[in-house]
């Protein structure tokens, strides 16, 4: 069973995350907060595998609680946002959040999602994510980081980095290069150890970050 706690601060979206969730055999509620003060409390005395948070909350916003939360290793985290531009799920990710939906995201997309982090995977919204980091970034398109942070990689691998940014899974990626999903999924354990990365959603920002890819690219 995947263990989750689902934080709001309006009821309403609570019931209708419960309602979904609950209906699914291997999903079980453990908790529900209305503030991140309350969800950092939860998380420490239930150690669910996944806490789905709210970003824009009282007392304590969802930025600060998932940095709390995953630097305690308590939980894994993913937020959801009503706004594709909230600069505060950009702070989220920094924070170690491991994904991030819109709160209209289709049930299904919701529920796939949360079993993705939960496995230890990361879930990426390639179009968001441009947006955000479009903001960030500027309208100039200054990189926030020195390209030779990339140095330790391969041409390989940053072919397979700039194809994660896409937001493409590995299947995809090897389809892509005509490689293996096996050999892909070395490629990006290879990206993530060389450049001290968490996870894909780390990788998504620091390929955007450097200017590897930009905003608006396909």
Same mark, same amino acid.
């Given at each position: 069973?995947?263990?989750?706690?689902?934080?709001?601060?309006?009821?309403?979206?609570?019931?209708?995350?419960?309602?979904?969730?609950?209906?699914?055999?291997?999903?079980?509620?453990?908790?529900?907060?209305?503030?991140?003060?309350?969800?950092?409390?939860?998380?420490?005395?239930?150690?669910?595998?996944?806490?789905?948070?709210?970003?824009?909350?009282?007392?304590?916003?969802?930025?600060?609680?998932?940095?709390?939360?995953?630097?305690?290793?308590?939980?894994?985290?993913?937020?959801?946002?009503?706004?594709?531009?909230?600069?505060?799920?950009?702070?989220?990710?920094?924070?170690?959040?491991?994904? +991030? $939906?819109?709160?209209? @995201?289709?049930?299904? /997309?919701?529920?796939?999602? =949360?079993?993705?982090?939960?496995?230890? !995977?990361? *879930?990426?919204?390639?179009?968001?994510?441009?947006?955000?980091?479009?903001?960030?970034?500027?309208?100039?398109?200054?990189?926030?980081?020195?390209?030779?942070?990339?140095?330790?990689?391969?041409?390989?691998?940053?072919?397979?980095?700039?194809?994660?940014?896409?937001?493409?899974?590995?299947?995809?990626?090897?389809?892509?290069? +005509? $490689?293996?999903?096996? @050999?892909?999924?070395? /490629?990006?354990?290879?990206? =993530?150890?060389?450049?001290?990365?968490? !996870?894909? *959603?780390?990788?998504?920002?620091?390929?955007?970050?450097?200017?590897?890819?930009?905003?608006?690219?396909?």
């Amino acid at each position: 069973m995947m263990r989750v706690v689902v934080v709001d601060d309006q009821e309403l979206m609570r019931v209708g995350f419960r309602m979904v969730l609950s209906a699914q055999p291997d999903i079980d509620i453990v908790g529900e907060a209305g503030d991140g003060e309350e969800a950092v409390r939860l998380a420490a005395e239930t150690r669910p595998d996944v806490v789905l948070m709210d970003v824009r909350m009282p007392v304590l916003d969802g930025v600060e609680a998932t940095k709390r939360i995953v630097d305690a290793g308590t939980a894994r985290v993913l937020v959801m946002t009503t706004f594709d531009l909230d600069e505060y799920v950009y702070a989220a990710l920094q924070s170690g959040a491991s994904g +991030f $939906l819109l709160k209209d @995201t289709p049930p299904d /997309h919701l529920v796939s999602a =949360l079993r993705a982090v939960a496995s230890g !995977d990361a *879930v990426v919204s390639p179009s968001v994510t441009r947006r955000l980091l479009d903001r960030f970034i500027g309208a100039g398109g200054r990189p926030l980081r020195d390209e030779s942070v990339l140095s330790a990689l391969t041409d390989r691998e940053r072919e397979v980095l700039v194809l994660i940014a896409k937001g493409m899974s590995n299947l995809e990626i090897a389809e892509t290069l +005509f $490689l293996s999903e096996a @050999t892909v999924k070395t /490629h990006v354990g290879r990206i =993530l150890s060389k450049l001290n990365l968490r !996870d894909r *959603v780390q990788a998504v920002v620091l390929a955007y970050e450097t200017g590897l890819t930009r905003p608006g690219l396909t």
